[in-house]
């Protein structure tokens, strides 16, 4: 069978989404590994570790415990051991592609931004020897897809990931369940991990505080919050609408700083004990990335 053609902002484009791995420099690698990352699990520190980091020469102030008895004794000076301290990193990643998300009005649907978003994520926490776990929020329900390891795992995660957003595609008049439902059975899933969410927080469902409160208790709670340009700063104009319960009209807007009500989001999630990072889905993935590695550098 033939692949239909990926329209790019509107379909998922896997090999593009390899790619976002390219955009990882040495410098931010090593960051991860130092500062909290995006969704990882600060843990009580288990002493030395168990993995070597170094080997080197005797110094004043040295511990006598960690001598390394063999090279010592081979090039008869004292050496010591010194090792990595040892950390958990397993997030589960759930990508939004309800109905809400099948949305753009510059580069991208908010869906493809949101699985941009989450894509470099994982890939950071994969070369961090971490664990990436990645499931979906469609009109149909959530669908867990799967735990990768390394990178060729991911990559037949991603492909899960392209079909699951070209059938929410066909699936864009279909209701829309809250993102609450998603959340609480994909926990489930996640065991112990930590969860990054990608989102815009449309139609969360009445429960979704207490929810999101309660994962945000257990684990760390990310939330990438995703908005069009549109929603960020209209231009002024009239535009036609046609609403998912049949409404239509024309919306007049005089002066974008008149319309823009003040996005209260953010400060909902942050209520509830999540860290959150708003993307504009019309910046290209590169820019995204950047922004993600900021925010894993600020930690918690």
């Not at 990882?40 to 070597?52: A, F, K």
């Not at 470099?120 to 926490?125: D, G, I």
């Not at 112990?192 to 207490?210: H, I, K, N, R, S």
């Not at 942050?270 to 600020?298: C, K, M, S």
């Amino acid at each position: 069978m033939i692949e239909p053609a990926v329209r790019p902002g509107v379909d998922l484009d896997v090999e593009a989404l390899i790619r976002l791995r390219r955009l990882l420099t040495r410098s931010a690698a090593r960051q991860i590994c130092t500062a909290p990352p995006s969704g990882g699990i600060p843990r009580r520190r288990r002493g030395r570790g168990i993995e070597t980091y170094d080997v080197r020469s005797w110094s004043d102030g040295d511990d006598i415990r960690f001598l390394d008895r063999n090279v010592t004794a081979r090039t008869g000076a004292p050496h010591v051991r010194t090792f990595h301290e040892e950390r958990e990193r397993n997030v589960l990643y759930l990508v939004d592609l309800r109905p809400s998300m099948l949305f753009g009005t510059r580069r991208a649907f908010r869906s493809v931004a949101a699985a941009e978003a989450i894509v470099a994520c994982a890939w950071r926490t994969l070369d961090a020897y971490g664990r990436a776990g990645l499931a979906v929020a469609t009109a149909s329900g959530p669908q867990f897809l799967g735990w990768a390891a390394n990178g060729g795992a991911f990559a037949s995660l991603l492909d899960k990931l392209a079909a699951a957003h070209r059938t929410a595609l066909d699936k864009i008049d279909d209701p829309e369940p809250p993102l609450a439902e998603a959340l609480e059975e994909m926990e489930r899933a996640a065991g112990a991990a930590a969860m990054t969410v990608a989102t815009a927080l449309d139609a969360p469902g009445e429960c979704f505080d207490a929810v999101a409160g309660g994962v945000a208790r257990r684990r760390n709670l990310d939330v990438l919050l995703i908005a069009d340009r549109f929603e960020i700063a209209p231009p002024p104009g009239a535009y036609p609408y046609r609403t998912r319960e049949g409404d239509a009209g024309r919306l007049r807007i005089a002066r974008a700083h008149e319309t823009r009500a003040e996005d209260n989001r953010a400060t909902r999630l942050r209520l509830i004990g999540a860290r959150v990072l708003q993307i504009d889905a019309g910046l290209e993935a590169a820019a995204t990335a950047r922004a993600l590695e900021r925010f894993d550098a600020r930690g918690f």
